[in-house]
């Protein structure tokens, strides 16, 4: 069965940092398009990145580009989103979510079910 499960979400201060993982099971990670998504109370769903199966895409919102970094361990079969000069304005559900194809996509097939992270003073 496939499966999704995000984990490192908490309480962070402005300007610290924090490292989400994604856990995937039921398939080979490096054989699929894997993005990161959030959504805040009341605001759209907002794709923040993605990475293709090959590593050799990746794709940024402009709202986090230079802060955020997408990578993956083939080896763990887990993808991670690095948040560096967290803003309050990143407090969001974060998603993983799985492309059906190597490459990324807007359509998902596969969603974990979230982990909060909360960006306070």
């Known amino acids: 069965q496939v499966q999704l499960v995000e984990s490192g979400g908490g309480l962070v201060q402005p300007g610290g940092s924090l490292r989400l993982s994604c856990a995937a099971s039921?398939?080979?990670?490096?054989?699929?398009?894997i993005g990161w998504f959030r959504q805040a109370p009341g605001k759209e769903r907002e794709r923040v990145s993605c990475m293709s199966g090959s590593d050799s895409y990746t794709y940024y919102a402009d709202s986090v580009k230079g802060r955020f970094t997408i990578s993956r361990d083939n080896a763990k079969n887990t993808v991670y989103l690095q948040m560096n000069s967290l803003k309050p304005e990143d407090t969001a559900v974060y998603y993983c979510a799985r492309s059906p194809g190597y490459y990324c996509s807007r359509e998902m097939d596969y969603w974990g079910k979230g982990t909060l992270v909360t960006v306070s003073s």
């Open positions: 039921g398939f080979t990670l490096r054989y699929n398009g």
